[in-house]
């Protein structure tokens, strides 16, 4: 007998997609926001795979020019265990893709260990300034 399964099933983390306009040079920059609580567990943790597939979607779907990642409202416990969630974005940042964290004061510790420092922003608005003045910050 087959089973309904739907990822809320597994992760309780809530997401949405949203898209706007840094620049001419980055039309179309998707922001990824996640919230809620990310549980500690092994790298392939439930919660960290949520993250990394429901990223992998926006990606393929919206093929943005630039990417937001708001983790403001995740409660993130630390360590690089969502470093595997960035997997769809890592190859175009050695393109140079821009690529930004937002980051709460209470998490922003934590995503150190995932995330590069300097692609970690305090908003989302801070992100769009950067990449429309400065574009990638792998290329710089």
């Given at each position: 007998?087959?089973?309904?399964?739907?990822?809320?099933?597994?992760?309780?983390?809530?997401?949405?997609?949203?898209?706007?306009?840094?620049?001419?040079?980055?039309?179309?920059?998707?922001?990824?926001?996640?919230?809620?609580?990310?549980?500690?567990?092994?790298?392939?943790?439930?919660?960290?795979?949520?993250?990394?597939?429901?990223?992998?979607?926006?990606?393929?779907?919206?093929?943005?020019?630039?990417?937001?990642?708001?983790?403001?409202?995740?409660?993130?416990?630390?360590?690089?265990?969502?470093?595997?969630?960035?997997?769809?974005v890592l190859p175009s940042?050695?393109?140079?893709?821009?690529?930004?964290?937002?980051?709460?004061?209470?998490?922003?510790?934590?995503?150190?260990?995932?995330?590069?420092?300097?692609?970690?922003?305090?908003?989302?608005?801070?992100?769009?300034?950067?990449?429309?003045?400065?574009?990638?910050?792998?290329?710089?």
């Amino acid at each position: 007998m087959l089973q309904p399964l739907r990822p809320a099933d597994l992760s309780a983390i809530e997401y949405e997609f949203l898209l706007g306009r840094a620049s001419e040079t980055y039309p179309r920059v998707l922001v990824a926001r996640f919230s809620g609580l990310h549980r500690p567990g092994a790298s392939g943790a439930p919660d960290t795979r949520a993250v990394e597939a429901f990223l992998a979607l926006g990606m393929t779907l919206f093929r943005p020019d630039a990417l937001v990642l708001d983790l403001a409202g995740l409660d993130y416990p630390g360590g690089p265990m969502l470093k595997g969630a960035m997997t769809p974005v890592l190859p175009s940042l050695e393109e140079g893709f821009p690529f930004y964290v937002v980051a709460s004061p209470s998490n922003r510790a934590a995503l150190v260990e995932a995330v590069p420092e300097p692609a970690i922003v305090e908003t989302v608005e801070a992100a769009f300034d950067r990449i429309a003045a400065t574009g990638p910050w792998a290329a710089r």
